[in-house]
């Protein structure tokens, strides 16, 4: 979906390496999220914003940090990069309505660590 | 604490065939469910949700699943697969209660189809 996009699509990286993807949208939505997804494992909540001045941790947030810079970009970033962060990396956006949510996901980063 | 199990971990089935892909949850309150598919090399697509209502919903290409909340369940259902439907599936639920969207996803199921 164009109007979610990732940036970049695809690092290799090395251990110990700082790493940003970014994350655009052109839905208007205000809320935005980060995933990876783990072959068996699905995808699981790393972080995830409700607007520019609101971050909350997810599932698994440990290793990560991110900056909602303006209401279309939210960044994720590995401060040290090690391999178990080797994984495809999503985010996605929403608009709130009510307790019905529909995410939409942009194309996604492969991220590799070495 | 949510989760939700996907029972089929990896399908083959020849074109035509029917499928049916189990989805179950574990929370008490009132949930959204969601199917997306993920097509080979693509990002995350949604093919149907229920909130409310019918428990019988349908969705694009063809795909429909049924809620039954006293099996705390969401299955995928298609009557004539093809060999487009290749992809993997996952479930999702989000609570309805806290308005928070977040998604639990199952482990997803891949769908290998034969032409």
């Known amino acids: 979906d164009a109007d979610v996009t990732q940036t970049p699509r695809n690092r290799i990286t090395k251990t110990g390496k700082r790493i940003m993807l970014e994350c655009s949208q052109t839905k208007g939505h205000d809320r935005m999220y980060w995933y990876r997804q783990d072959p068996g494992l699905g995808l699981r909540l790393i972080y995830y914003?409700?607007?520019?001045?609101?971050?909350n941790k997810g599932e698994i947030s440990d290793g990560y940090s991110v900056s909602r810079q303006a209401q279309a970009k939210f960044s994720l970033s590995l401060e040290s990069a090690i391999p178990n962060q080797t994984a495809l990396y999503f985010c996605?956006?929403?608009?709130?309505?009510?307790?019905?949510?529909?995410?939409?996901f942009g194309p996604g980063t492969r991220l590799t660590v070495l | 604490a949510q989760s939700v199990s996907q029972h089929n971990h990896h399908v083959i089935l020849s074109e035509a065939a029917s499928l049916e892909l189990g989805c179950n949850y574990s929370y008490g309150g009132t949930v959204n469910l969601f199917w997306y598919v993920q097509y080979p090399g693509q990002h995350l697509q949604l093919l149907l949700k229920y909130f409310s209502g019918d428990p019988l919903v349908k969705g694009i290409k063809g795909f429909e699943a049924e809620f039954i909340k006293s099996k705390f369940s969401f299955n995928l259902r298609k009557p004539s697969v093809q060999w487009s439907d290749t992809a993997e599936y996952f479930c999702?639920?989000?609570?309805?209660?806290?308005?928070?969207?977040?998604?639990?996803f199952g482990q997803g199921t891949t769908l290998q189809v034969k032409p």
């Open positions: 999702a639920v989000n609570a309805r209660s806290g308005n928070t969207g977040k998604l639990i």
């Open positions: 996605a956006t929403s608009e709130p309505g009510q307790g019905t949510d529909t995410q939409y």
């Open positions: 914003s409700f607007d520019v001045k609101d971050i």
